[in-house]
């Protein structure tokens, strides 16, 4: 946890995007009730916290410096998170958008006091808080407190099962969780202004992005920029989507949905691929002439239900008016799929990228049956409006590259 606790100052934040407004610091102390030496040290701390200047000082007031411009929509984005949060709360108790508080939300303007909330989210446990925070867990209560009596609504609920975030404590961490990673990323962002690229980019990787075109594209990236780490998340989408509204992935690479499911979302297509049934090299299917017994007979590893890949193969066989084969094992997990065809006579529909490497070697073969109406694009999912960090845009970018050759 060292590098939350290294994020800036949300109080000096909020001093930087208030100078920017109102373009001089004794403008800003009035708008912000504060004095001026308060503001200039804000500004000086956070300037010395990330090693820059954000402002050149002039007679007639503060103009912005290449590393202010950098950081500043950032700084606003952790800020207007705020404020929706704060909207929200009184959105459930009630009150009008009208009624928003008369005054800024400072109760969360405290960066630990937001990661506390987190953590508290996704561990449910007091005592596991404090000890990944270093703290006491008396200071980790108390921070809650003052969040609630802020929210003036309970956030979290102890249950037997832990503590288990309420309504408002459910509707309230999505907004939060971007807010820090926004500071998260301000520091990359600095970086790639210096002509440095480093930062961390996490990635959603669906089934169909796994075996060549995400390696090939992480190869690609981690060779050139030697301060770039990617992590990946091979949760079903689901999960992912969760993951991405909150900010915690960056993009998510597979197959893609369709708008409906994730209006909030876009998405870019990078190719499309249609189906095959893969089986083992000598499969009693993989010479004899196939009818619609054998196959609907078969023993069958299938995608998960509800999956795009499912609803594709199910339609394909009603289409060629057999019913849909019943699934003896629902995987999205590659090597689970391919152990499963290398030792045994099931088959499988997959993407024929999947499985190129076994198929090119001659240890499973495509049976000849056209799937029809089975093609799925391929490509990105981002969160609308998200500005990716430099990494991540990197990382998109081979991405793409690896998808206009493969």
Not at 377 to 397: E, F, Q, Y
Request: net charge neutral.
């Amino acid at each position: 946890m060292k590098h939350e606790r290294e994020l800036c100052s949300l109080m000096q934040i909020r001093a930087f995007c208030q100078v920017v407004d109102q373009g001089s610091v004794s403008r800003a102390a009035d708008e912000l009730f504060r004095t001026q030496s308060a503001i200039t040290r804000a500004i000086r701390d956070l300037e010395e916290h990330l090693s820059v200047p954000l402002f050149e000082r002039h007679a007639n007031g503060m103009r912005l410096t290449d590393f202010g411009k950098c950081v500043l929509p950032r700084a606003r984005r952790a800020i207007a998170e705020l404020h929706e949060t704060a909207y929200l709360l009184a959105r459930l108790q009630g009150k009008t958008a009208q009624n928003r508080a008369p005054t800024e939300p400072l109760y969360l303007f405290n960066v630990r006091r937001l990661q506390i909330f987190v953590s508290l989210c996704k561990t449910r446990h007091m005592q596991t808080v404090a000890t990944l925070l270093g703290l006491s867990q008396p200071a980790v209560s108390a921070a809650l407190k003052v969040l609630e009596n802020g929210a003036n609504t309970s956030l979290l609920e102890r249950t037997p099962q832990g503590m288990i975030p309420s309504l408002a404590g459910q509707e309230i961490v999505p907004n939060i969780r971007r807010a820090l990673n926004e500071l998260r990323h301000i520091p990359a962002d600095i970086a790639a202004r210096q002509g440095v690229l480093v930062g961390t980019v996490q990635i959603g990787a669906l089934p169909l992005s796994r075996t060549r075109l995400l390696p090939q594209a992480i190869l690609a990236v981690t060779a050139r920029y030697g301060g770039i780490k990617i992590i990946t998340n091979e949760s079903a989408f689901a999960a992912l989507a969760s993951e991405l509204r909150s900010g915690e992935i960056d993009f998510i690479v597979g197959a893609l949905r369709t708008s409906d499911y994730a209006a909030d979302m876009v998405t870019e297509t990078l190719f499309t691929e249609e189906m095959v049934i893969v089986a083992r090299r000598g499969h009693p299917l993989s010479q004899a002439a196939l009818s619609p017994e054998a196959l609907r007979s078969a023993r069958w590893v299938l995608p998960r239900a509800e999956t795009p890949a499912r609803g594709l193969l199910e339609s394909s066989f009603m289409a060629m008016n057999i019913p849909a084969p019943d699934a003896v094992v629902e995987s999205g997990d590659l090597a689970m799929v391919r152990g499963l065809l290398l030792n045994s006579d099931m088959l499988a529909a997959v993407s024929a990228r999947q499985l190129q490497h076994e198929l090119d070697n001659g240890e499973l073969v495509s049976l000849n049956v056209e799937l029809a109406d089975t093609r799925r694009a391929i490509g990105i999912t981002l969160r609308a409006g998200s500005l990716l960090s430099p990494a991540a845009s990197a990382m998109v970018d081979a991405i793409r590259a690896q998808g206009g050759i493969s």
